[in-house]
Nanobody, 129 residues
Framework: QVQLVESGGGLVQAGGSLRLSCAAS????????MGWFRQAPGKEREFVAA????????YYAGSVKGRFTISRDNAKNTVYLQMNSLKPEDTAVYYC??????????????????????WGQGTQVTVSS
């Protein structure tokens, strides 16, 4: 069981930066892969970034690659999403998610919403032009 709480959202000007945090509680946090997804009004929830349980591998959507960085601190039970060079099209509710991974998974696993068992409540990110 894992409980997730996001924080760090807000209003920022285009070109600015924001750092989201996701605090996790529960058993064996280090065994969970973590992902960030986002959903804009009227649109489907989409993959943003993911990180494996060890932090050894990261995955990014093409739209954010080079601008966003996902990281985790297992000692603090926290995953982060550093967002730089923000654009108005980044405006969305951002969700943190956790997936228990006990064996090898390919890239497609980490980019799919169906892979994740636990979700946070979401935090609003608004980028003004």
């Amino acid at each position: 069981q894992v409980q997730l709480v996001e924080s760090g959202g807000g209003l920022v000007q285009a070109g600015g930066s924001l750092r989201l945090s996701c605090a996790a509680s529960g058993r064996t946090f280090s065994n969970y892969a973590m992902g960030w997804f986002r959903q804009a009004p009227g649109k489907e929830r989409e993959f943003v970034a993911a990180i494996t349980w060890s932090g050894g591998s990261t995955y990014y959507a093409g739209s954010v690659k080079g601008r966003f960085t996902i990281s985790r601190d297992n000692a603090k039970n926290t995953v982060y999403l550093q967002m730089n060079s923000l654009k108005p099209e980044d405006t969305a509710v951002y969700y943190c998610a956790a997936a228990l991974v006990r064996y090898y998974r390919d890239t497609n696993y980490y980019t799919s919403t169906s892979s994740y068992d636990y979700w946070g409540q979401g935090t609003q990110v608004t980028v003004s032009s």
